[in-house]
């Protein structure tokens, strides 16, 4: 079922994008002295660009975390996302206009750009917000998939955990640990006495931690419930913890559950 769904959503964005183009190219004939086909091959162009690059950020979106990042700076990373897009995706058909065809037409094509531009805003626009609207579903899905994959039955429950610093290691007692957060391939351990950095993976530390002290409240962050000081709502069905340090952590719906069910 998954399977057809996603042929379904392919089908239908690849044919949103054939309308686009040919919508484009009815209206720029209105408006710019050129051949219908020329204006259509350029709208192809374009559209094959902007749909492959609505791939690429999707794909961004969901693996960049984003949502770990402060509002302003979550704002400030999405417009420069969208820019680079938008000038690589109307840069690039311009340039594949220069390639295959005539130097005049291309000329002529010119005044058409900041309509490609608009196009490419809108389209960024509304993948930004189609995501952040839905993040909570993809996390828990994302969750769900990660229960789903057997633990093995010897899993060994850590009680510290070493690091290596320089010439020196320190080893940290689990009950030091305020939180752990994802860093790609590696995981930021957060204690009292510093932070630092395990080549490790979130699944790991899940697994080998106990559970009755640590919860994986989101898929970026496992927590230790000894450190949490409230609970907080925020939004529609948003949640955010703040811990003894003072830091404030968001929280997916089924980590709200986990936290839940841990602190009774």
């Not at 000329?107 to 626009?125: C, D, E, R, S």
């Not at 000894?226 to 939004?235: L, Q, T």
């Amino acid at each position: 079922m998954p399977l057809l769904e996603n042929k379904i959503r392919i089908f239908i964005y690849a044919f949103l994008w054939t309308v686009y183009a040919i919508l484009h190219a009815l209206s720029m004939s209105l408006l710019v002295p050129v051949a219908f086909g020329t204006l259509v091959v350029d709208a192809l162009f374009h559209s094959i660009l902007f749909a492959g690059l609505g791939v690429m950020l999707w794909i961004v979106l969901q693996y960049g975390k984003f949502e770990t990042l402060k509002q302003v700076q979550r704002s400030v990373s999405y417009s420069v996302l969208g820019i680079i897009i938008i000038a690589f995706g109307v840069g690039t058909g311009y340039f594949l206009d220069y390639i295959f065809l005539d130097e005049n037409e291309v000329l002529a094509l010119l005044p058409t750009l900041p309509v490609k531009g608009l196009i490419g805003l809108t389209h960024h626009v509304i993948f930004v917000l189609y995501f952040y609207a839905n993040a909570q579903r993809f996390e828990i899905k994302s969750d769900r998939e990660q229960s789903e994959k057997p633990e093995p039955a010897d899993t060994e429950i850590l009680e510290r955990i070493m690091f290596k610093t320089r010439q020196k290691i320190k080893v940290i007692s689990i009950n030091d640990i305020v939180y752990l957060r994802s860093e790609g391939d590696y995981v930021m351990v957060i204690s009292n006495e510093g932070k630092y950095l395990k080549e490790q993976t979130m699944k790991y530390f899940e697994s080998h931690l106990p559970k009755s002290l640590f919860i994986r409240v989101h898929r970026s962050y496992i927590v230790n419930i000894e450190y949490i000081s409230a609970i907080e709502s925020y939004g529609k069905q948003n949640q955010q913890i703040l811990l003894k340090n003072g830091e404030w952590l968001k929280v997916s719906l089924a980590g709200y559950r986990a936290l839940k069910s841990a602190l009774q």
